[in-house]
């Protein structure tokens, strides 16, 4: 029978496993890094001079959107590095040790929540200086990038679950990303959803990516001016919380299953 603290010696042992690899790898950082930096450039320079945002510079208003976009984005390294291990073997040599299958995957989680903390912290920096300002108390900001890192670390058991699913790498770094861009783009992090048709709107009202990117604006002090109508962006902090519980209620269980009939 496992006791809990060799249950958290299996989890430090798997994510040392997995920073030393990162370690080894750092390009993969820098692009993770380098895609929203682009984005931010883009929106900033370029096309934000055509969007205009009531209440709210359009900066301040991108900015919170584009930090939630970031971790919906870097969740995907944790299924490509679950993919990777069953096509090494790596997961096949991991399961004839006498370890929980749910500390591996916790390991890797982590390593990216770290790694996903880094690229963050970059953003950050970034937004700075192109002009992003919080406008809240520190308690307030600092409850900002705890819901940030809550959801970031709720998305990669989302991926792993895919990375566990899929046959391949190449599918996970194809098809396994493919339903993140409806999530992100179908929602408020770069303009406004009233002007959506209808079924559109719905969606984007309820979408997490939505709900997190709102609880960001109003922890930060970037909400636009129009009061939203909609139940789950008017409850937006307190609804974080509940999806990013539900998503580690439903996918961390599932990923440790389909670690063990891989």
């Given at each position: 029978?496992?006791?809990?603290?060799?249950?958290?010696?299996?989890?430090?042992?798997?994510?040392?496993?997995?920073?030393?690899?990162?370690?080894?790898?750092?390009?993969?950082?820098?692009?993770?890094?380098?895609?929203?930096?682009?984005?931010?450039?883009l929106f900033v320079y370029v096309l934000g001079s055509a969007i205009d945002v009531r209440g709210?510079?359009?900066?301040?208003?991108?900015?919170?959107?584009?930090?939630?976009?970031?971790?919906?984005?870097?969740?995907?390294?944790?299924?490509?590095?679950?993919?990777?291990?069953?096509?090494?073997?790596?997961?096949?040599?991991?399961?004839?040790?006498?370890?929980?299958?749910?500390?591996?995957?916790?390991?890797?989680?982590?390593?990216?929540?770290?790694?996903?903390?880094?690229?963050?912290?970059?953003?950050?920096?970034?937004?700075?200086?192109?002009?992003?300002?919080?406008?809240?108390?520190?308690?307030?900001?600092?409850?900002?990038?705890?819901?940030?890192?809550?959801?970031?670390?709720?998305?990669?058991?989302?991926?792993?679950?895919?990375?566990?699913?899929?046959?391949?790498?190449?599918?996970?770094?194809?098809?396994?990303?493919?339903?993140?861009?409806?999530?992100?783009?179908?929602?408020?992090?770069?303009?406004?959803?009233?002007?959506?048709?209808?079924?559109?709107?719905?969606?984007?009202?309820?979408?997490?990516?939505?709900?997190?990117?709102?609880?960001?604006?109003?922890?930060?002090?970037?909400l636009p001016g129009a009061v939203p109508t909609a139940w789950p962006l008017r409850h937006a902090?307190?609804?974080?919380?509940?999806?990013?519980?539900?998503?580690?209620?439903?996918?961390?269980?599932?990923?440790?299953?389909?670690?063990?009939?891989e």
């Amino acid at each position: 029978m496992r006791t809990i603290p060799s249950f958290l010696d299996n989890v430090s042992t798997s994510t040392r496993r997995y920073f030393l690899r990162a370690r080894r790898t750092p390009e993969t950082v820098f692009f993770s890094t380098i895609q929203p930096i682009l984005f931010v450039l883009l929106f900033v320079y370029v096309l934000g001079s055509a969007i205009d945002v009531r209440g709210v510079s359009y900066r301040e208003y991108l900015l919170a959107g584009v930090f939630c976009q970031v971790t919906v984005f870097g969740s995907a390294l944790t299924g490509i590095g679950r993919a990777t291990d069953k096509a090494t073997g790596m997961s096949q040599r991991l399961r004839t040790l006498p370890i929980s299958p749910l500390s591996t995957i916790i390991g890797r989680t982590t390593m990216d929540l770290l790694t996903n903390i880094l690229v963050v912290a970059i953003m950050m920096a970034v937004g700075l200086a192109v002009g992003w300002r919080t406008h809240t108390s520190p308690t307030k900001v600092l409850l900002g990038l705890l819901v940030l890192l809550l959801f970031c670390y709720s998305m990669s058991w989302v991926s792993a679950a895919v990375g566990l699913s899929a046959r391949s790498v190449e599918v996970v770094q194809t098809a396994g990303v493919l339903w993140l861009y409806p999530l992100t783009f179908v929602s408020n992090v770069f303009v406004p959803i009233e002007g959506l048709v209808a079924p559109l709107r719905v969606f984007a009202e309820w979408n997490p990516v939505s709900v997190v990117t709102q609880a960001q604006r109003e922890l930060y002090g970037n909400l636009p001016g129009a009061v939203p109508t909609a139940w789950p962006l008017r409850h937006a902090v307190p609804l974080s919380f509940a999806y990013c519980a539900m998503i580690l209620a439903i996918f961390m269980p599932l990923s440790a299953w389909l670690f063990r009939r891989e």
